[in-house]
């Protein structure tokens, strides 16, 4: 009788083992499933000991502005300038230096930057497109068969959701800046900080050359959207939608890809909803609401405003676009690499009946399967995006869950795919028209042009011992005086993530150095190139130093910005000298706006002109060539011309570098 208890206990422990075997294979494949990374250490780890982004001292951030005009002005104009510094010290800037330094110390869980940079987003009433919303579009999949427009649609949610699940459950790697990626972007060096606590986490790693960066904004990347308000728009987020938003031809659709229980729904449903959604081929909307987005914010406020007002089902319908996780709108276009531009405009700002402009996140993908990610600006910055974007890339190249020879569910699609409908008025469908109308006008007013230059790449820089950035900066310059013989304020961004809730500050590319390069290579009699290469090095030796020194939240910009606004809020803004005068607003009016994004994962990106007689630069420095992207208004600014100068200006220079 005990043998065979024995015997039957034995029996049923196999059973369960061989269970618990099966159950454990299958959790595991379903993590593996369901999250994109599974770092042992915290994705906030380093949050709480990230340093406060500093409040320069008042008479650097002087110095420094006047370091920045002086490229400028006239002589006189500058004379007023640097005594409209001196009164300001005088007439209580000191006050608003201390006004300052007591609300950032009362608010120590974020930086003085963070509320002004965001309501001065926030607040603007221009148009979200071509004002703000940029793009960065990412390479092919180099498989043929995996750029089809629906299953690389699949694979982008399917990644995207891994990503978000594993940010959400805080094991998404935390972002570092590494010296040596090879020796601190690993578990094992991951494991070592984690011995220190959090509260000096990020000292221990800069021990290490390892730089932790602030992710705050990481929150806003998914269910988040900017509400349009008469004034002063606001971001809502909703963390426990499960929804995604498609556009296709000016529909709305929504597709829950998340189960109850919150875990990503299987690749051949998600696959399978897309499909359908696809083969329902309905026609364009007739009144496509997404217009909408591209109107003053003022002017779309209302029409929002009404057009919920019209009906329940209208109401309804605007939660479920402003709750969705994030947006994906399929194209009809194609991507032409001979010429790109058409594609880079269509996923910048032409298109306007397939967009949702307000949303935090929207992925943009065309019938060739060329991706792109339109991101509204407010709430965050380039960091948070382009993790984001060098995730997605990576993981839907490297590990696709859905392929050429995926199988689509028969049953039970139809019911998750839900189409928005809405009721219209006159006065609904009259907004509607007037916002095409709008965009229209100004799309048609912006000129695009894209030059690829081969002769000269990155790692032929770093070969002459060139700075790369400074070397494309100082190429703007010198391409915008070979047009217009002057020098203009000009902005180039630059992160300051390294502190808790750091926004950017600017780099003032245009200086004294790059001015008497341009002067020196343009005169009637120019002087040797290794004169040229000695005033190109000091050209280069400054850029460095400014951008160092922003980096580090030491320029003047912000600095600046946050006393002007503090004068505002206390309404004593007239008191100071400095901010009425012309210099101040030319420097801030940014004739020549530029910012880059390195990444191997990025094809293109871009943004419109900052200001109505200004050039928006995107560019990109990469192994084989050197390109940049000008976006500009045709009736104020010569974009053929600009790139034509510029092109020059790359070949002198790079003749200079190669003596």
């Excluded at 500093?54 to 002086?70: D, S």
């Excluded at 382009?386 to 689509?408: A, C, G, M, S, W």
């Excluded at 940014?590 to 419109?608: C, D, K, Q, V």
């Amino acid at each position: 009788m005990k043998i065979f208890q024995v015997n039957q206990l034995s029996l049923v422990r196999n059973r369960l083992e061989t269970q618990l075997a099966k159950f454990s294979t299958n959790s595991s494949a379903d993590e593996n499933y369901q999250f994109l990374q599974k770092s042992n250490m915290p994705t906030y780890y380093f949050q709480k000991s990230l340093p406060r982004l500093p409040i320069p001292k008042i008479e650097k951030t002087l110095e420094r502005y006047l370091a920045a005009q002086r490229p400028l002005l006239t002589d006189d104009e500058f004379k007023f300038t640097e005594d409209s510094c001196k009164k300001f010290v005088k007439s209580g800037g000191w006050e608003l230096q201390a006004m300052l330094k007591e609300k950032d110390k009362v608010n120590s869980h974020t930086s003085y930057i963070s509320e002004p940079w965001f309501t001065m987003y926030s607040k603007d009433r221009a148009p979200l497109p071509v004002n703000y919303n940029p793009i960065i579009i990412m390479n092919q999949d180099p498989k043929p068969e995996y750029n089809d427009q629906i299953l690389k649609a699949a694979n982008v949610v399917i990644s995207s959701m891994r990503f978000m699940k594993s940010l959400k459950n805080e094991i998404l790697v935390p972002e570092i800046f590494h010296i040596n990626s090879k020796k601190t972007d690993t578990p094992e060096f991951r494991s070592k900080i984690m011995k220190f606590p959090t509260f000096i986490a990020t000292y221990a790693a800069y021990f290490y050359k390892a730089y932790p960066l602030d992710m705050n904004q990481y929150k806003g990347l998914f269910g988040a959207t900017r509400i349009p308000k008469r004034d002063n728009d606001v971001i809502y987020r909703n963390e426990n939608t499960k929804h995604i938003l498609v556009l296709k031809d000016g529909n709305f659709y929504t597709i829950d890809v998340l189960d109850a229980n919150g875990n990503i729904r299987e690749p051949e449903f998600i696959y399978s909803q897309l499909k359908y959604l696809a083969s329902k081929d309905l026609p364009a909307s007739s009144n496509p609401i997404a217009a909408l987005t591209t109107q003053n914010r003022r002017i779309w406020a209302s029409a929002r405003n009404h057009l919920i007002s019209l009906s329940a089902r209208n109401s309804d319908n605007m939660t479920l676009i402003d709750s969705a996780l994030f947006c994906i709108s399929l194209d009809d276009t194609h991507y032409d690499s001979t010429n790109p531009v058409p594609t880079i405009r269509n996923f910048l700002f032409d298109e306007c009946k397939n967009r949702w402009y307000d949303k935090s996140l929207s992925v943009i993908i065309d019938k060739d399967g060329t991706t792109g990610v339109n991101f509204e600006h407010s709430w965050g910055d380039g960091v948070a995006v382009l993790r984001y974007f060098n995730e997605l890339h990576k993981d839907t190249i490297n590990n696709p869950f859905v392929h050429p020879t995926t199988q689509t569910h028969r049953d039970g699609v139809e019911p998750t795919v839900k189409l928005l409908e809405f009721d219209f008025d006159e006065k609904a469908e009259n907004d509607i028209k007037v916002a095409i109308e709008a965009h229209q006008n100004v799309i048609n007013s912006i000129d695009m042009r894209y030059l690829k230059y081969e002769n000269l790449n990155k790692s032929e820089c770093k070969k002459f011992k060139v700075s790369p950035d400074s070397f494309m900066q100082l190429s703007f310059q010198m391409g915008y005086h070979k047009q217009n013989e002057k020098f203009v304020a000009s902005y180039e961004s630059c992160s300051t993530s390294a502190f808790r809730h750091g926004r950017t500050e600017t780099i003032r590319p245009c200086t004294s150095e790059t001015k008497q390069f341009c002067e020196a290579i343009s005169s009637k009699n120019p002087p040797s190139n290794k004169v040229l290469r000695e005033l190109m090095d000091k050209c280069s030796t400054k850029h460095n130093q400014l951008t160092k020194e922003a980096a580090m939240g030491q320029g003047f910009d912000r600095h600046l910005f946050a006393l002007k606004t503090a004068a505002e809020r206390v309404r004593i803004i007239d008191n100071f000298d400095i901010f009425k005068d012309p210099a101040y607003a030319r420097i801030n009016h940014n004739i020549i706006s530029t910012s880059t994004l390195s990444s191997p994962a990025l094809l293109a990106g871009g943004f419109g002109p900052v200001v109505k007689n200004g050039y928006g630069i995107g560019y990109s420095i990469q192994d084989k060539f050197l390109g940049c992207l000008v976006a500009n208004y045709k009736n104020e600014t010569d974009g053929k011309e600009f790139i034509e100068c510029m092109r020059e200006s790359y070949d002198q220079l790079a003749e200079v570098v190669r003596s």
